[in-house]
């Protein structure tokens, strides 16, 4: 469960946004909109712990991610705007690297065949710096079938994807939830998504 | 997973093996500057040779520092390799040591071709190999904390030299100071044993500093 509480954020001279309340239990999807430069790319970083909270609390499971440590990362996955790619490797090198990192092992064969699903087959063995921006932000979005973690924070995960591929991640979005997985996407695409928990956040108000 | 920052550094090191031969070139040529200008005294040659060597090699390891986390910075990766499960002590540590691995060693074995040029003695260009085995890992490690601290500052490579060279100076002395003891066949084990204590203090600090660094830098 995630819990945010009285949630602000200061950055440099300007606030972004205060008083930021949601919970999140399994199975649920939140939805943060809001114009350019409003802060959710910050608020998604918060839920990261990659920016320490200037006012209120993230809580995971109950205690404070801060004090989690490295256990938060174990049940985190975060797909940011930029998509973490290495331009030099091929997508199923830069699968495997990621994987690896966080503590899945997966052979060549794995990675081809999750590619496969992904729609880079033949695209797989070229440097990601010749694959085209969607055909990136697919190598990064592979990832998220590697892992077994609960919390997915997606952050513009969409753009550059085209329709077939929207629905592809829709369609692991839903696994996702089904499987009591929780999901904070910021994106301004409305999903067709049957989550049993739909929640909306526009920090513009 | 520790094994798998290893790894992917090395490959992302041979796919750009381009920035890691250039390192060591500049080591080479700056080194083999000397004889030239200096001519053919070979006294005085000798007598310079520790420090000459030393000098470029540390030059050489800041040069490496760009690579380090800049690029990682920049595609993303390093906020992914931030949110792995495991320390970032850890992370650092494998990152600096697949550094190490292609910049300080090559540069050491290549050590004893270049110490001819000054026509050291034998037992001066093993302590040479020696010093710089348990020197360049300590410059990777210190250096990696000021990497860590100006990334994604304009400038950054200079102020990384500012920041890092004067931190360099004791294994400079030490690590010079085994070659020359070993040309004067005085005892070398007083400086190589404090190069290794050196390397013993930051293998425990400098990766832990490294790491909060890079957590500000990353805000």
């Given at each position: 469960m995630l819990e945010v509480t009285d949630l602000g954020c200061v950055r440099g001279d300007r606030r972004l946004f205060s008083d930021v309340n949601f919970t999140l239990s399994s199975g649920s999807y939140l939805q943060v909109q809001g114009p350019n430069g409003s802060g959710k790319t910050s608020l998604l970083r918060l839920i990261c712990g990659l920016l320490a909270p200037s006012e209120g609390h993230i809580r995971w499971q109950g205690a404070n991610i801060g004090s989690l440590g490295e256990d938060y990362f174990t049940s985190l996955s975060y797909v940011g705007h930029r998509n973490g790619l290495k331009e030099e490797?091929?997508?199923?090198?830069n699968l495997r690297v990621t994987s690896g990192l966080s503590g899945t092992q997966l052979s060549q064969q794995e990675a081809t065949s999750i590619l496969g699903k992904i729609g880079l087959s033949g695209r797989d063995h070229l440097p990601a710096r010749l694959l085209s921006e969607g055909q990136r932000r697919r190598t990064a979005l592979a990832r998220l079938m590697t892992c077994e973690t609960s919390l997915w924070v997606l952050d513009e995960v969409l753009t550059s994807l085209d329709s077939s591929a929207v629905r592809f991640v829709t369609s692991l979005l839903e696994e996702h939830?089904?499987?009591?997985?929780?999901?904070?996407?910021?994106?301004?695409?409305?999903?067709?998504?049957?989550?049993?928990?739909?929640?909306?956040?526009?920090?513009?108000? | 997973m520790f094994r798998w920052?290893?790894?992917?550094?090395?490959?992302?090191?041979?796919?750009?093996?381009?920035?890691?031969?250039?390192?060591?070139?500049?080591?080479?040529?700056?080194?083999?500057?000397?004889?030239?200008?200096?001519?053919?005294?070979?006294?005085?040659?000798?007598?310079?040779?520790?420090?000459?060597?030393?000098v470029a090699a540390l030059l050489a390891s800041m040069l490496s520092l760009g690579r380090l986390f800049a690029n990682d910075y920049q595609d993303g990766t390093l906020e992914q390799l931030l949110l792995t499960p495991q320390p970032l002590y850890l992370v650092v540590l494998g990152k600096v040591m697949a550094l190490w691995l292609v910049s300080?060693?090559?540069?050491?074995?290549?050590?004893?071709?270049?110490?001819?040029?000054?026509?050291?003695?034998?037992?001066?260009l093993f302590v040479l190999v020696v010093s710089l085995l348990l020197g360049t890992p300590v410059l990777a490690l210190i250096g990696s904390i000021g990497a860590a601290l100006t990334l994604g500052l304009r400038g950054g490579g200079l102020l990384v030299s500012i920041l890092v060279l004067p931190l360099y100076i004791p294994v400079l002395i030490f690590g010079a100071g085994a070659v020359d003891a070993s040309i004067m066949d005085?005892?070398?084990?007083?400086?190589?044993?404090?190069?290794?204590?050196?390397?013993?203090?930051?293998?425990?600090?400098?990766?832990?500093?490294t790491a909060a660094a890079l957590r500000i830098s990353l805000e």
């Open positions: 490797l091929t997508p199923i090198e939830l089904n499987k009591g997985g929780i999901a904070v996407v910021a994106t301004h695409h409305e999903l067709d998504l049957s989550a049993n928990s739909y929640q909306q956040l526009n920090l513009a108000s | 920052v290893v790894v992917r550094d090395l490959t992302l090191a041979w796919k750009g093996r381009v920035d890691v031969l250039s390192t060591l070139f500049f080591f080479l040529i700056v080194v083999s500057l000397f004889p030239l200008g200096i001519g053919p005294e070979t006294h005085l040659l000798r007598l310079i040779a520790p420090g000459v060597v030393w300080g060693v090559p540069l050491a074995l290549l050590s004893p071709v270049l110490g001819i040029q000054f026509g050291l003695p034998r037992n001066a005085s005892g070398v084990q007083g400086s190589l044993s404090l190069l290794g204590a050196l390397l013993m203090l930051s293998l425990v600090f400098a990766p832990w500093a």
